[in-house]
């Protein structure tokens, strides 16, 4: 499969049972459907983030990409509890992209609100 940003050849990445494409080049991340959910819960999935965020961040600017899977204009999403993570969705597919960096930015918040949630029920 073609990197949507930098039309680099990615390659599959295996983190215990989910199946990733990342990109050789701007390292950034594609899911299919879901997978960056289930990732997110893993623990020690940072380590398939391993690009560099600088690098992320100048890849991030690049908003107008075709899905690498269905060749549909992907459409800019913004994450809602953390809005500067900026990532691009499929509206066919369901696919996503990530730069670089910002797959763990989108899951430390994750792990820090479970902390949270965790305290909270430890208090009442
Ligand atoms: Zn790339
Ligand atoms: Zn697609």
């Known amino acids: 499969m073609q990197c949507p940003k930098c039309l680099n050849e990615m390659e599959k990445v295996v983190f215990e049972h989910v199946?990733?494409?990342?990109?050789?080049?701007?390292?950034?991340?594609?899911?299919?459907?879901?997978?960056?959910?289930?990732?997110?819960?893993?623990?020690?999935?940072?380590?398939?983030?391993?690009?560099?965020?600088r690098v992320g961040k100048e890849f991030n600017k690049i908003d107008r990409i075709v899905c690498p899977k269905c060749k549909t204009r992907m459409i800019r999403m913004v994450d809602r509890v953390q809005p500067h993570i900026w990532y691009e969705s499929c509206s066919v597919c369901n696919g996503l992209f990530f730069d670089a960096g910002e797959f763990n930015d989108y899951r430390e918040l994750t792990i820090i609100d479970r902390f949270r949630d965790l305290l909270v029920k430890e208090r009442r």
């Open 19 to 53: 199946e990733i494409d990342r990109c050789d080049e701007c390292r950034g991340i594609w899911f299919d459907d879901l997978e960056h959910e289930e990732l997110k819960v893993l623990k020690g999935a940072e380590i398939v983030d391993d690009g560099d965020v």
